[in-house]
């Protein structure tokens, strides 16, 4: 396709409007966009020069797909305290959760929450602080472990584990939407204000409570979503969704510095849902850019409420488009993934709340998503943590970050346990049936534990009866158990050295 004209984009963006029913003279003539450097350069990628703790950028991935498709489709459940803040949060109600992206910023163990708040001196975030979680920018594993409780999900996080800082309603928008973070630069769309839906941009390699230094106005008063990213060039590409995402307004940096004076945001483009085929896109909560490193390709993870034509809008979905730059944006979809939020317990996300996707310091895909509200055990707020089924390469190496992942069913399907080495002494692995009540339940098992070291599986509680060992030899591996025939029997677990 050939880069948009002035005309056809000022007739596309005449149709975003008449989406909510009024034409381009309510806000006065659309300006154009000027010629050939606003257009979207043929055949540009993302940046995959980016290396761990840069201010302006994420970490690429290899081969996206695969690794979007490894998510582990149950993940570990997280908490934090609401600090000394009234997070005016609920549900049922028009206030609540509606974005998460982590930082890389403090060792990658900060979190930004946006939401909707109506209340006098409100806010439309939050800076979560997870101080008790590692420093290397990877996995957090769950804070919600302990020995004398038998579900994570009745568990208390620790009290380090809190809200720092609030992001204040400005100008009267109280409606924080879906939002993506570039290293510790975060776009907030905004909507619910008096006048346009708007992008704020925020630098937290600045401060802990950074005011905006920048803001990029949309067409309407609509702002669900934005999407971030570096590309290849050096500038910034940025995507600002409409009516649930039905939309996408798309801007180009004019420059590589975005925090320059001298930048501007230019708007490129426009595409819309019906520009794919019927079935293909949803009513995205959040939509945010990852690159592959193999090819500099983009590619958009979508999260929602409902599977699209694959399953029920009940469940919790996220699904995989590949983005095309060719003078138009295009979107193709990739794949589609089922989320569950709960393991055994009460559900602790919704991904019609907040859900972002981060890449970490090992160039791991994790995705985290909340539940609406503060309803978690002591007024806290819950929220889960989807990574790969490889939970971790350095597991080879380290036994510091060996494990040993239990599954439900013997095709590595529905819930399980992971048993890090790390974790060891959170739960009372003496007593399967203390652990999520995963007594005589595991029917297949991976791990990755480091030569010298195992982890023996045994029949009975308390490291009795019929035993089984995985032995560490740093490489990853996986089991039916019931080809060993001990499918079903595990009932205690401990790690041993050789």
């Known amino acids: 396709m050939t880069p948009p004209d002035n005309a056809r984009l000022a007739h596309a963006l005449a149709l975003l409007l008449t989406l909510v029913g009024c034409g381009p003279e309510a806000r006065g003539p659309v300006a ?14 993302g940046d995959t020069s980016c290396v761990w703790g840069s201010p ?4 690429c991935i290899p081969d996206v797909p695969l690794r979007f498709q490894e998510l ?8 934090f305290h609401p600090g000394p803040f009234h997070l005016n949060v609920a549900y049922p109600g028009a206030n609540h959760w509606q974005g998460i992206q982590r930082l890389s910023m403090g060792s990658g163990r900060y979190l930004v929450m946006s939401k909707r708040d109506d209340a006098p001196g409100g806010s439309v975030g939050h800076l979560v602080h997870l101080a008790s979680r590692n420093g290397e920018g990877r996995r957090f594993r769950s804070n919600r472990l302990s020995p004398a409780i038998q579900e994570p999900e009745d568990t208390l996080p620790p009290v380090t584990d809190a809200a720092v800082a609030a992001l204040p309603v400005l100008d009267g928008y109280r409606h924080g939407g ?53 590309l290849s060039d050096g500038h910034f590409l940025l995507l600002l969704g ?32 019906s520009e794919l085929p019927q079935g293909e896109w949803g009513a995205f ?53 089922h989320l569950y939020c709960s ?26 998503a909340t539940e609406h509200a503060d309803d978690g055990p002591g007024s806290t707020v819950k929220l889960v943590e989807f ?41 009372n692995w003496a007593r399967f049936s203390d652990v999520d009540a995963f007594n005589d339940k595991a029917s297949a098992v991976r791990w990755c534990i480091p030569p010298g070291h195992r982890v023996r599986l045994h029949g009975d509680s308390n490291y009795k009866g019929s035993a089984k060992d995985l032995v560490g030899d740093g490489l990853p591996h996986e089991v039916n158990l019931n080809s060993w025939g001990f499918g079903d029997k595990v009932s205690s677990a401990r790690w041993l050295a050789l």
Not at 72 to 79: A, I, S, T
Not at 395 to 413: E, G, K, L, Q
């Open 178 to 230: 879906g939002m993506q973070a570039v290293g510790n630069i975060l776009a907030l769309p905004m909507e619910e204000g008096p006048g346009p839906g708007r992008v704020a941009l925020h630098d937290y390699n600045q401060s802990l409570t950074p005011a905006p230094f920048a803001f990029v106005d949309g067409l309407t008063a609509n702002a669900g979503t934005a999407s971030l990213t570096k």
């Open 242 to 273: 409409h009516f649930d995402a039905k939309a996408l307004e798309v801007f180009r940096s004019t420059e590589p510095d975005i925090r320059s004076a001298s930048n501007q945001w230019e708007r490129v483009d426009l595409w819309q849902a």
């Open 387 to 427: 990574r790969g089924i490889w939970a971790d390469a350095a597991c080879r190496t380290d036994v510091r970050r060996a494990y040993v992942d239990f599954y439900d069913d013997s095709d590595f399907s529905d819930r399980g346990v992971i048993f890090d080495y790390e974790d060891q002494g959170l739960k």
């Open 343 to 368: 393991n055994d317990g009460s559900r602790q996300c919704n991904l019609d709340a907040a859900g972002g996707v981060f890449v970490g310091s090992d160039r791991s895909l994790i995705l985290y």
């Open 285 to 337: 909560q959040g939509l945010n850019f990852v690159t592959d490193c193999n090819d500099s390709r983009l590619y958009l993870v979508g999260t929602r409420l409902g599977g699209l034509r694959w399953g029920a809008v009940s469940d919790d979905y996220a699904h995989l488009y590949r983005v095309h730059l060719d003078g138009h944006l295009r979107l193709e979809h990739v794949a589609s993934k």
């Open 56 to 59: 302006d950028c994420n970490l």
């Open 72 to 79: 582990r489709d149950h993940g570990e459940v997280l908490g």
């Open 32 to 45: 154009a966009p000027r010629e050939a450097a606003s257009s979207l350069a043929l055949g540009a990628g």
